[in-house]
T-cell receptor, first 117, second 113 residues
Framework: AQSVAQPEDQVNVAEGNPLTVKCTYS??????LFWYVQYPNRGLQFLLK??????LVKGSYGFEAEFNKSQTSFHLKKPSALVSDSALYFC???????????????FGKGTSLLVTP | DGGITQSPKYLFRKEGQNVTLSCEQN?????MYWYRQDPGQGLRLIYY???????QKGDIAEGYSVSREKKESFPLTVTSAQKNPTAFYLC????????????FGPGTRLLVL
């Protein structure tokens, strides 16, 4: 079974400071990991994904994520937060397909990021 | 949200009524998905379709139905059997494959009168 945990419901950061949004995963095979962002009453926007290769993945809007196999983590990071980064962030995982989900993603519950001026 | 449209943006359902949510994509993707989003619960899979004229139940399919008559379209019907339909519904599409990124539409918010 595959699952994703986002241990923090909310993260508060001052503008200009680095931010980290945490994600840990559990899969039976090799993980394929994704980060999405959602602004109020909008769909999810893709930020980045880890498939294989370099453990540090760079994505949209200056975000990056570090894959750590030993800690089964895939934390989202940004060196300098902006007020406009305030949104809901979702981590998702996919491993082997099955008849119940195909290649659907398994999402965490989301972390609300608030960046204050 | 580019390439995937959902309509309407807001939908109101009366008790005992079936309602249909539209999802259209012009990305030439084979796979399409419907998710339900409730506060604090993340996204849960309702149905998915790998190809035209084929679809499979997801984790919470009870009270919902879908069709996939065209590659571009994957409408979701919320039936009267769904007792708690109030939620934000998201449609997504992707190329069929383990590495492929899913792209999401803007969503439809369903409210019960």
């Amino acid at each position: 079974a595959q699952s994703v945990a986002q241990p923090e419901d909310q993260v508060n950061v001052a503008e200009g400071n680095p931010l980290t949004v945490k994600c840990t995963y559990s899969v039976s095979g090799n993980p394929y990991l994704f980060w999405y962002v959602q602004y109020p009453n909008r769909g999810l926007q893709f930020l980045l994904k880890y498939i294989t290769g370099d453990n540090l993945v760079k994505g949209s809007y200056g975000f990056e994520a570090e894959f750590n196999k030993s800690q089964t983590s895939f934390h989202l990071k940004k060196p300098s937060a902006l007020v406009s980064d305030s949104a809901l962030y979702f981590c998702a995982v996919r491993d082997f397909p099955n008849s119940n989900s195909g290649y659907a993603l398994n999402f965490g519950k989301g972390t609300s990021l608030l960046v204050t001026p | 949200d580019g390439g995937i449209t959902q309509s309407p943006k807001y939908l109101f359902r009366k008790e005992g009524q079936n309602v249909t949510l539209s999802c259209e994509q012009n990305l030439n993707h084979d796979a399409m998905y419907w998710y339900r989003q409730d506060p604090g619960q993340g996204l849960r899979l309702i149905y998915y379709s790998q190809i035209v004229n084929d679809f499979q139940k997801g984790d919470i399919a009870e009270g919902y139905s879908v069709s996939r008559e065209k590659k571009e379209s994957f409408p979701l019907t919320v039936t009267s059997a769904q007792k708690n339909p109030t939620a934000f519904y998201l449609c997504a599409s992707s190329i069929w494959g383990q590495q492929e990124t899913q792209y999401f539409g803007p969503g439809t918010r369903l409210l019960v009168l």
